[in-house]
Every structure is written in structure tokens, then in C-alpha cells.
């Protein structure tokens, strides 16, 4: 007999079967494991200065990155500022729409070359008038074009900050800085826009970072990266960071954060806001710098640790095989059970683990005839490629619907759609494309729609939708939206439009043949109409007309 062989059999005698037991034996295991814990608990306690020491590193490093931010900002405009006050700006600009306006602009540019030369990092320089438009401009014009609603904020400001951009034409990362232009009596003339290259921002927080690992990077409130401190600042300004780490951030400002990066890194990072802006530096270095400076702590740590882990590594080989194998197999067979693999066959087990394991196999049987049974439920109700309700589900729920309604005295609506030209595109773009197409509008009817309704593909490209406990009027709206929905929806390959009709329960008919015959009359002179388009069914134009004849009548 081998000697594992005997190892076993003189575990097997005391009986490792019960979960009781197994506990029994780890906690021996864990008394003899008593000195790894106090060892490694001194580790973890020096470890977390170490972490707080390289906190409140980064936590100065925001601060200083945040206020060199503000004040570069503060800076420029200041210098902008300046050069849109002196009155040879504001008469020029006063006189560029009048009769002198040529001479006036000629002014005003030259103006603008002379002032560039003082102005270092400044790519760009514009005068332009009340409406937005660029009237005169010295160097890169590229960014000046303010839209209205910014326009009328500088109105009323001192100041307006654009958003960052990569500039092509420079090769680098620029920012609009814009200052109002006005008259001696406070009338807005226009204003005075410059193009800064922030090549200047990154230097500083390059010479903040140093050589270490630590990185330093200013971001939008929109979570976008505007500069950092590492990296080829075209690809920085297409980064951003996740939403969810960028809420973090904001809510424990000032605060170490630790968090996974896309890229799978590990970091540590501190924010703080930057006052003048919507925007905030953030100074993170990898979570392992941390662990690399207790480097010399670690080495001693396991140089007093091996002498114990060989004393009790056998013992505690001999033990873990016997106590987590099977709840690894079990909780590996678990795990494909939860992902949705319900063929996984769970192990066989002796004690607690087994009689788990037979629960869990009956489980997983009954599971298996459910989702059998769902399957054939769903695939008997619903459209194999839309996943909406099919046309035999249609017609079983619109029958008994009318029944109801018949009782109750109770109107409803019925919508029929039919995707305008859409056999010309899927000639176009194939029968992929045109499958997609379906499948996107279909999207556009399940969420336009409440779920008490019924929405189902009639057939080919055509959709029914029958709204419950729904007015004509009501449906109208729900019909108008559909339609403009699926106008703006991008199928990748080009857009479409539906056609609509609506018949109304009972004056569209009586039986569900005749509500559906009654849309579908209504949604071909939709098409006949135009297309891209809803029709009411004649029944509410008539009771339209003899209400306001009514109102008429009462009025004379």
C-alpha cells in the first residue's frame, strides 16, 4: 500500500464525510495558522500608511493640478480682456456694417496681427459680430462659430469658455476663449474669440507628475479627457472615463479612490474641481506603487512565514483536496446552471455535499421540462425574426378583446402599419438588411407602446397594434409618434417610413376581420395619400362633422 493510500484511509476512519467534522479539522488547521494571521494582519496596517501616505501625495497633486488649471484659464481671459477693451476694437467693430466697413475690418485685422505677437500660444484670434460670424480673423479660423444660444449668453457674461477639440491644421489640442465687445454705454457690438493650443496646460501638469508613474489629466463634467499628463494627446482627447468612475470621483472629492480602468488596470485617484470651470483634475498612479514601496516589508514578511507554511503545506494539501473538491465541482456545475447551460450534470457527493447535489439535480430536471415547455409556449405565439406577438395571437387576442368590449360597452382601437417601399429596399440592400430593417421598427412599435397592448407582424412588412381602452384621439397621437419614430430611426443602410391606418372599436366594425379590413382601407389612402403618413378610418370624420354641425346648430 502506497503511502497516499494510507493517507487516506487514516483520514476516511475519522469520518471527513460530514460537514461537522470537516470544520472541526479546519479549525485545528486555522489555530496552527494563528502566527500567519497576526504576521499578515501587521503587514496589512503598514501596508495602509503606505496607501495613505501616496493619498494625500495625489490629493496635492489635484489641488496644485486644479489650481494651475484656474489660474492658467483666469489668465488668458484676462489677457483677452484687455485686448477687446481699447476703443479702436469697438469703433472699428461699431463702423464694419457702414459705409467705411472694408477700412473698418482692414483696421480690425491688422489689429489683431499686431496683438497675436504678445499672445504666445494663441493659434488664432477673431473679431465677430452680434449674429455669431466670423467678420475678420488673424491665423487658424477653425472653432470660431458660435451658435446663438452661446452667443446670447455672452450678452450678459464676461466671458465664455469653449469646449476642447483636436485641431487638425495645428496638430494639437486647442481651446476657444471668447470675451464680449461692447460699446461705452454697455451695448453688445460683438466679440473677440481666440484659439489657444493647450500645449502649455500639458507642460505644467507634465512638470507636476515628475518622473514617477503618476499621471495627472483635466476632465469635462461629461466625463471626456481634455489633457494629460501621459500620452499622445490625440488619443487622450477620444478617451473618457466610464460614468460610473467619473460619479465616484465627484462624490468623495478630495477623496483616494481606488478603480478598475477599462484597460484593466488598477489605479488609486484623487479629484478636485476646478472653480473657474465645469471641469476637474484628477491625479491617479497604479494601486501596485503602493504595494512596490513595502516591497523590502514583503520579503521580510515571507522570509518569516516559509519556515510555518512547509511545516503544515502537506496537512493542509491533504485536507483542502478533501474538504473544497467537491464544492468546487458543485459550484462550477452551479455556475453553468446560472449562466443558463441547464445541461450541466451536477457530481456526485457523499454527506452534505450529496444530499446537495441530488437537490440540485431534481432542481435543474424541473427547470429543464419549464423551459421546454416555455419554449414551445413562446415560439407558438411570436414572430421568429421581430419577436412580437404573430398573427394567430393577433387574432385570438382582438376576438376576445371584442367580446369584452362587446360587454362592457368599452371602445378600442386598432393600428395597422406597413413599412412604405420597403420591397425596394430590400432589393437595394439585401434580404439581411431588410430582416434588420424589420427587426429595428419592430422595436420602435414595442416601445412606443404600453405593454397591455398587443403588438404583433401581421404579416410580411405590415404591423398591427391593438391599443386597449383607447380613444381615436389618443391613438392618433400614439399613430404620429410611431411614425415619426421610425422616420428618424437609422437602419445603418438608410432610413424608412410607415404607412398607418386606424379603425376604432365598434364603429370600424364589429368582428376582428372587419377592424382589420377597415385600418387596412385607412392605411392604403395613407399610402395613396403620399406615404409617411396616419389616415383615421371614416368613422371619426363623420362623428366630427355631426358634432360641430351640433355645435353650430345650438350656437344659431
Not at 494571521?37 to 493619498?55: E, F, H, P, Q
Not at 451695448?187 to 508613474?213: C, H, I, M, Q, Y
Not at 419549464?370 to 407558438?380: D, F, N, R, V
Not at 412604405?420 to 439581411?432: A, P, V
Request: aromatic content about 6%; overall charge positive; glycine content about 8%.
Amino acid at each position: 500500500m502506497s503511502a497516499w493510500e494510507q493517507i487516506v484511509r487514516s483520514v476516511r476512519t475519522i469520518r471527513l464525510d460530514t460537514l461537522r467534522t470537516k470544520f472541526v479539522v479546519f479549525t485545528v488547521l486555522a489555530t496552527l495558522f494563528s502566527t500567519l494571521a497576526m504576521t499578515v494582519m501587521l503587514y496589512g496596517r503598514n501596508k495602509r500608511t503606505l496607501s495613505d501616505r501616496l493619498g494625500n501625495e495625489l490629493g496635492g497633486l489635484s489641488s496644485e493640478a486644479a489650481r494651475e488649471m484656474g489660474a492658467w484659464i483666469d489668465q488668458r481671459v484676462y489677457d483677452l480682456r484687455l485686448r477687446a477693451a481699447p476703443y479702436v476694437v469697438s469703433d472699428n467693430l461699431a463702423r464694419a456694417s457702414g459705409r467705411n466697413g472694408a477700412q473698418a475690418l482692414s483696421r480690425l485685422h491688422d489689429y489683431l496681427g499686431s496683438i497675436r505677437q504678445n499672445l504666445p500660444g494663441h493659434e488664432g484670434l477673431a473679431i465677430l459680430d452680434t449674429d455669431g460670424q466670423v467678420l475678420t480673423s488673424s491665423g487658424s479660423r477653425t472653432g470660431f462659430r458660435l451658435s446663438t444660444d452661446r452667443l446670447n449668453n455672452l450678452r450678459t457674461r464676461d466671458a465664455l469658455v469653449g469646449d476642447t477639440f483636436w485641431d487638425p491644421a495645428i496638430n494639437k489640442a486647442a481651446i476657444v476663449l471668447v470675451v464680449p465687445i461692447r460699446r461705452d454705454d454697455g451695448l453688445f457690438l460683438g466679440a473677440l474669440a481666440a484659439k489657444v493650443n493647450l500645449d502649455g496646460v500639458r507642460d505644467t501638469l507634465k512638470e507636476l507628475s515628475g518622473e514617477s508613474p503618476r499621471s495627472i489629466y483635466i476632465i469635462t463634467e461629461q466625463s471626456r479627457v481634455v489633457i494629460s499628463s501621459t500620452g499622445n494627446p490625440a488619443d487622450v482627447m477620444k478617451a473618457a472615463l466610464p460614468d460610473a468612475a467619473t460619479r465616484e470621483l465627484v462624490e468623495r472629492e478630495g477623496q483616494t479612490v481606488a478603480q478598475s480602468r477599462a484597460d484593466g488596470k488598477e489605479v488609486v485617484a484623487v479629484l478636485r474641481r476646478i472653480p473657474q470651470l465645469r471641469w476637474a483634475a484628477v491625479a491617479e498612479a497604479p494601486r501596485s506603487e503602493g504595494a512596490r514601496e513595502g516591497s523590502a516589508l514583503r520579503a521580510q514578511t515571507f522570509l518569516l512565514l516559509i519556515p510555518l507554511l512547509l511545516g503544515v503545506s502537506l496537512l493542509a494539501f491533504v485536507v483542502a483536496v478533501l474538504l473544497t473538491r467537491p464544492l468546487e465541482l458543485l459550484t462550477e456545475a452551479a455556475g453553468r446552471v446560472a449562466a443558463g447551460d441547464l445541461s450541466a450534470e451536477f457530481p456526485a457527493g457523499s454527506g452534505e455535499v450529496g444530499y446537495l447535489t441530488r437537490a440540485f439535480n431534481t432542481v435543474v430536471a424541473r427547470l429543464r421540462e419549464k423551459e421546454s415547455q416555455g419554449e414551445l409556449e413562446k415560439l407558438s405565439l411570436t414572430d421568429a425574426l421581430t419577436g412580437l406577438y404573430n398573427r394567430r395571437h393577433l387574432m385570438g387576442t382582438l376576438a376576445s378583446e371584442v367580446q369584452r368590449s362587446r360587454r362592457q360597452r368599452r371602445a378600442f382601437t386598432v393600428l395597422l402599419a406597413d413599412v412604405d417601399k420597403f420591397k425596394q429596399y430590400n432589393d437595394t440592400h439585401g434580404h439581411l438588411a431588410g430582416d434588420a430593417a424589420l427587426v429595428k421598427v419592430a422595436e420602435v412599435f414595442r416601445r412606443t407602446t404600453r405593454a397591455v397592448d398587443c403588438v404583433a407582424r401581421y404579416g410580411g412588412e405590415e404591423f398591427v397594434v391593438m391599443l386597449l381602452e383607447c380613444p381615436l384621439a389618443t391613438a392618433v397621437l400614439v399613430a404620429e409618434r410611431i411614425r415619426a419614430r421610425v422616420a428618424d430611426q437609422d437602419l445603418g443602410q438608410g432610413k424608412l417610413t410607415v404607412s398607418i391606418g386606424l379603425a376604432e372599436y365598434p364603429d370600424g366594425g364589429d368582428t376582428p376581420e372587419e377592424l382589420i379590413a377597415t385600418a387596412d382601407a385607412a392605411m392604403y389612402q395613407a399610402k395613396s395619400s403620399g406615404r409617411d403618413q396616419v389616415v383615421v378610418a371614416g368613422a371619426m370624420q363623420e362623428r366630427a362633422a355631426k358634432k360641430a354641425r351640433r355645435k353650430k346648430e345650438s350656437s344659431a
